[in-house]
């Protein structure tokens, strides 16, 4: 029983390029989400899924876009990275109480 | 929105003494609250849920207080150990899928 788990760990993109963060969950939990977390800034809420097939949006959203491809998976890419979007990101899932991934830790230059 | 705090934001102790983290939100219609732990350069550990039907949660030596009323959680943590110190957060989500953290206790236990 892995939990969630997140790819990849870490991350350098140059301004403009673009990325998949893949996140991965076996607790065969119906919500997923993606958080980013800043210094200073604490934890917020990019994307979260409440169910296979639906998405929205969180606090933070633009720049960003989700893929909920199945029950266990919930993709977020980054179609044309921006410094501002240096970051940890983070996956959780729940049915009630949220687990966490690792996380991915993202450079932009 | 809710806002939820957290104070100290910061709190050193001698191994043995016992910990007590606050937390406060806004508003009161929440569902539950959790508490996690994160270790430096990794993700959040659930530590305890609260549902908004109780009034407090334990597990080993973790202790968490909630008054919904007052907008009001403590976790206590008993007879602290080196193996404490990490960040401290807590969360409630306003509606079944957004959580809103507080910006942690950070915890140092010194031997």
């Known amino acids: 029983n892995a939990g969630v788990t997140q790819t990849p760990k870490f991350q350098v993109l140059k301004t403009g390029q673009s990325m998949t963060l893949q996140c991965a969950q076996d607790m065969n939990h119906n919500s997923m989400y993606w958080y980013r977390q800043d210094p200073g800034m604490g934890l917020r809420l990019i994307y979260y899924?409440?169910?296979?097939?639906?998405?929205d949006k969180g606090e933070v959203p633009n720049g960003y876009n989700v893929s909920r491809l199945n029950k266990r998976e919930f993709s977020l890419r980054l179609e044309s990275a921006a410094p501002s979007q240096t970051s940890v990101y983070f996956c959780?899932?729940?049915?009630?109480?949220?687990?966490f991934g690792p996380g991915t830790r993202l450079t932009v230059t | 929105k809710q806002e939820v705090t957290q104070i100290p934001a910061a709190l050193s102790v001698p191994e043995g003494e016992n910990l007590v983290l606050n937390c406060s939100f806004t508003d009161s219609a929440i569902y539950n609250l959790q508490w996690f732990r994160q270790d430096p350069g990794k993700g959040l550990t659930s530590l305890l849920l609260?549902?908004?039907?109780?009034r407090e949660q334990t597990s080993g030596r973790l202790n968490a207080s909630l008054d919904k009323s007052s907008g009001r959680s403590t976790l206590y943590i008993a007879a602290s150990q080196p193996g404490d110190s990490a960040t401290y957060l807590c969360?409630?989500?306003?509606?079944?899928?957004?959580?809103?953290f507080g910006a942690g206790t950070t915890v140092t236990v010194r031997a």
């Open positions: 959780a899932s729940s049915d009630y109480e949220q687990y």
């Open positions: 609260i549902q908004s039907s109780q």
């Open positions: 899924s409440a169910s296979e097939g639906t998405t």
């Open positions: 969360a409630v989500p306003p509606n079944d899928y957004k959580l809103s």
